[in-house]
């Protein structure tokens, strides 16, 4: 996509999963990458914990819902958050036939073991790296500091306030002015 857009550097943000897949990005091509955001992950090995919104999202049946609130009605009986559910159903699309996923989330589902796994590297992004954690969260640990030291040595964290680790559906306003001071 880099190449097809034309570009050269870019900046590049990820939150957890995606947090993960922008760290390893960045330290096997830190050529491309200008500046990089991580939010709320480290480069450690996770447990595997998401277990109840797979099957939540699994449970969804694609094929008998009619509109979002039946979907989000399924979701509640796994996910008692209001805006978690709100969050995760903004990967549910419509075509022709009607709702899909616009997520992989048999490929997730399957794979789940591999999200957690700890940055696949020894490689180092030294650009400026803000990690971004939820102040309500435990996926930014002081025992992270060595590892994400080693790999980005660049790095500044900021917390966002009464947050947890969906921050950027909790907390919108304020991961974006985090994200302007960064890049700014």
């Given amino acids: 996509l880099i190449d097809e857009e034309g570009l050269d550097r870019?900046?590049?943000?990820?939150?957890s999963m995606g947090g993960k897949t922008a760290m390893n990005f960045a330290v096997e091509y830190p050529e491309r990458v200008d500046r990089l955001i991580v939010a709320d992950?480290?480069?450690r090995y996770y447990e595997v914990h998401h277990q109840t919104i797979l099957e939540g999202l699994n449970s969804i049946k694609l094929d008998q819902i009619k509109s979002?609130?039946?979907?989000?009605?399924?979701l509640a009986k796994y996910i008692d958050e209001v805006g978690i559910r709100q969050f995760l159903l903004k990967s549910l699309g419509r075509n022709s036939e009607g709702?899909?996923?616009?997520?992989n989330l048999p490929v997730?589902?399957?794979?789940?073991?591999?999200?957690?796994?700890e940055l696949d590297s020894d490689g180092k992004y030294e650009g400026p790296t803000l990690f971004l954690g939820g102040s309500n969260s435990n996926y930014i640990r002081q025992e992270d500091l060595p590892d994400i030291l080693e790999h980005f040595p660049n790095y500044q964290i900021e917390f966002v306030q009464d947050a947890g680790h969906?921050?950027?559906a909790e907390k919108p306003e304020a991961v974006?002015?985090?994200?302007?001071r960064f890049l700014n």
């Fill in 108 to 117: 997730i589902t399957e794979n789940i073991e591999e999200v957690g796994e």
């Fill in 68 to 74: 979002r609130k039946e979907a989000d009605d399924q």
């Fill in 41 to 43: 992950i480290a480069p």
């Fill in 99 to 103: 709702f899909v996923w616009k997520i």
């Fill in 10 to 15: 870019i900046y590049l943000m990820g939150h």
């Fill in 176 to 180: 974006i002015q985090e994200v302007r």
């Fill in 166 to 168: 969906w921050l950027h």
